[in-house]
Protein backbone atom coordinates (compact mmCIF):
# COMPACT_ATOMS: atom_id res chain seq x y z
CA UNK A 1 0.00 0.00 0.00
CA UNK A 2 2.82 2.49 0.93
CA UNK A 3 4.75 1.60 -2.63
CA UNK A 4 1.43 2.40 -4.65
CA UNK A 5 0.94 5.49 -2.67
CA UNK A 6 4.96 6.24 -3.35
CA UNK A 7 4.34 5.38 -6.81
CA UNK A 8 1.10 7.79 -7.21
CA UNK A 9 2.64 10.86 -5.52
CA UNK A 10 5.92 10.44 -7.85
CA UNK A 11 3.80 10.08 -11.20
CA UNK A 12 1.11 13.26 -10.32
CA UNK A 13 4.84 15.26 -8.77
CA UNK A 14 6.16 14.39 -12.74
CA UNK A 15 3.67 15.58 -14.60
CA UNK A 16 3.27 18.96 -12.08
CA UNK A 17 6.93 19.55 -12.94
CA UNK A 18 6.68 18.48 -16.87
CA UNK A 19 3.74 21.01 -17.07
CA UNK A 20 5.61 23.62 -15.09
CA UNK A 21 8.67 23.55 -17.41
CA UNK A 22 6.44 23.01 -20.59
CA UNK A 23 4.94 27.11 -19.32
CA UNK A 24 8.09 28.41 -18.43
CA UNK A 25 10.57 27.50 -21.45
CA UNK A 26 7.36 29.00 -23.55
CA UNK A 27 6.31 25.34 -25.47
CA UNK A 28 3.08 26.51 -27.24
CA UNK A 29 -0.36 24.24 -26.08
CA UNK A 30 -1.17 21.79 -28.50
CA UNK A 31 -3.02 23.05 -32.10
CA UNK A 32 -6.11 21.29 -32.40
CA UNK A 33 -8.01 20.47 -35.70
CA UNK A 34 -11.51 22.03 -36.37
CA UNK A 35 -14.11 21.41 -38.04
CA UNK A 36 -17.09 24.01 -38.55
CA UNK A 37 -20.66 22.39 -37.06
CA UNK A 38 -22.78 23.25 -39.22
CA UNK A 39 -26.78 22.51 -38.38
CA UNK A 40 -29.09 24.96 -39.36
CA UNK A 41 -27.90 25.56 -43.29
CA UNK A 42 -28.63 29.39 -43.10
CA UNK A 43 -26.33 32.27 -44.70
CA UNK A 44 -26.34 33.56 -41.45
CA UNK A 45 -25.26 30.49 -39.62
CA UNK A 46 -22.40 30.41 -42.20
CA UNK A 47 -21.56 33.83 -41.53
CA UNK A 48 -21.43 33.84 -37.66
CA UNK A 49 -19.09 30.84 -38.64
CA UNK A 50 -17.07 32.39 -41.10
CA UNK A 51 -16.55 34.99 -38.84
CA UNK A 52 -16.00 32.80 -35.89
CA UNK A 53 -12.83 31.21 -37.71
CA UNK A 54 -11.29 34.70 -38.36
CA UNK A 55 -11.21 35.74 -34.86
CA UNK A 56 -9.69 32.08 -34.02
CA UNK A 57 -7.45 32.97 -36.80
CA UNK A 58 -6.43 36.72 -35.44
CA UNK A 59 -6.28 34.85 -31.67
CA UNK A 60 -9.18 36.20 -30.61
CA UNK A 61 -10.25 33.08 -29.44
CA UNK A 62 -8.93 30.36 -26.58
CA UNK A 63 -9.03 28.00 -29.72
CA UNK A 64 -5.48 27.61 -31.37
CA UNK A 65 -5.52 25.90 -34.86
CA UNK A 66 -2.65 25.59 -37.46
CA UNK A 67 -2.90 26.82 -41.02
CA UNK A 68 -1.38 23.44 -42.21
CA UNK A 69 -4.55 22.45 -41.07
CA UNK A 70 -7.04 24.90 -41.86
CA UNK A 71 -10.69 24.74 -40.69
CA UNK A 72 -12.74 22.40 -42.32
CA UNK A 73 -15.88 24.11 -43.64
CA UNK A 74 -18.34 21.21 -45.04
CA UNK A 75 -21.49 22.52 -46.67
CA UNK A 76 -23.95 20.28 -47.25
CA UNK A 77 -27.24 22.10 -47.50
CA UNK A 78 -28.78 24.79 -48.88
CA UNK A 79 -26.16 27.35 -47.78
CA UNK A 80 -23.94 25.78 -51.39
CA UNK A 81 -26.26 28.08 -53.13
CA UNK A 82 -24.40 31.00 -52.03
CA UNK A 83 -21.38 30.28 -53.68
CA UNK A 84 -23.11 29.51 -57.63
CA UNK A 85 -21.48 32.15 -60.03
CA UNK A 86 -24.85 33.51 -60.96
CA UNK A 87 -25.83 34.42 -57.32
CA UNK A 88 -22.59 36.25 -56.51
CA UNK A 89 -23.79 39.55 -56.45
CA UNK A 90 -26.24 38.87 -54.10
CA UNK A 91 -24.05 37.35 -51.81
CA UNK A 92 -20.77 38.85 -52.25
CA UNK A 93 -20.21 39.99 -48.70
CA UNK A 94 -20.05 36.17 -47.42
CA UNK A 95 -18.00 34.35 -50.56
CA UNK A 96 -15.37 36.95 -51.00
CA UNK A 97 -15.00 36.97 -47.09
CA UNK A 98 -15.00 32.76 -47.47
CA UNK A 99 -12.88 33.46 -50.01
CA UNK A 100 -10.21 35.93 -48.19
CA UNK A 101 -10.38 33.56 -45.21
CA UNK A 102 -9.40 30.54 -47.61
CA UNK A 103 -6.64 32.44 -49.24
CA UNK A 104 -4.61 32.61 -46.22
CA UNK A 105 -5.31 29.46 -45.68
CA UNK A 106 -7.20 29.85 -42.31
CA UNK A 107 -10.89 27.59 -44.02
CA UNK A 108 -11.28 25.35 -46.30
CA UNK A 109 -14.59 25.36 -48.05
CA UNK A 110 -15.75 21.50 -49.16
CA UNK A 111 -19.33 21.36 -50.58
CA UNK A 112 -21.48 18.13 -50.92
CA UNK A 113 -21.67 16.68 -54.29
CA UNK A 114 -24.54 14.78 -53.52
CA UNK A 115 -26.42 18.21 -52.62
CA UNK A 116 -24.91 19.35 -56.00
CA UNK A 117 -26.26 16.83 -57.98
CA UNK A 118 -29.92 17.02 -56.65
CA UNK A 119 -30.07 20.65 -57.49
CA UNK A 120 -28.87 20.78 -60.58
CA UNK A 121 -25.77 23.11 -59.72
CA UNK A 122 -22.26 21.88 -61.70
CA UNK A 123 -18.58 22.26 -60.20
CA UNK A 124 -17.65 24.52 -62.45
CA UNK A 125 -20.41 26.96 -61.14
CA UNK A 126 -18.16 27.26 -58.27
CA UNK A 127 -15.48 29.61 -57.25
CA UNK A 128 -12.08 27.75 -58.25
CA UNK A 129 -11.46 27.80 -53.74
CA UNK A 130 -14.32 25.57 -52.80
CA UNK A 131 -14.15 22.19 -53.12
CA UNK A 132 -16.20 18.95 -54.18
CA UNK A 133 -16.67 16.06 -51.99
CA UNK A 134 -19.00 13.19 -52.80
CA UNK A 135 -21.49 13.31 -49.48
CA UNK A 136 -21.13 16.17 -46.96
CA UNK A 137 -22.06 14.41 -43.84
CA UNK A 138 -19.74 11.08 -44.81
CA UNK A 139 -16.81 13.67 -44.93
CA UNK A 140 -18.03 15.68 -41.43
CA UNK A 141 -17.58 12.05 -40.36
CA UNK A 142 -13.95 11.43 -41.82
CA UNK A 143 -12.67 14.36 -40.39
CA UNK A 144 -14.30 14.04 -36.63
CA UNK A 145 -12.53 10.32 -36.84
CA UNK A 146 -9.63 11.99 -38.05
CA UNK A 147 -9.67 14.07 -34.77
CA UNK A 148 -10.89 17.30 -36.19
CA UNK A 149 -13.14 19.18 -33.25
CA UNK A 150 -16.05 21.18 -33.67
CA UNK A 151 -16.30 24.73 -32.92
Known sequence: MFRTLTLMMLFFTAFAWADAVSQSVGIPPLKTNLQANITLHSLDELKQIL????????????????TENPIAVVLHGDEIGAFVR???????ELVD???????FKVIEVKVCRSWM???????????????????????RERLERAGYAYF
Open 117 to 139: GENDVNVNELPPFVEAVPVGAKE
Open 97 to 103: LAARLDA
Open 86 to 92: SNYRTHK
Open 51 to 66: LQAEKISNGQSEVEYS
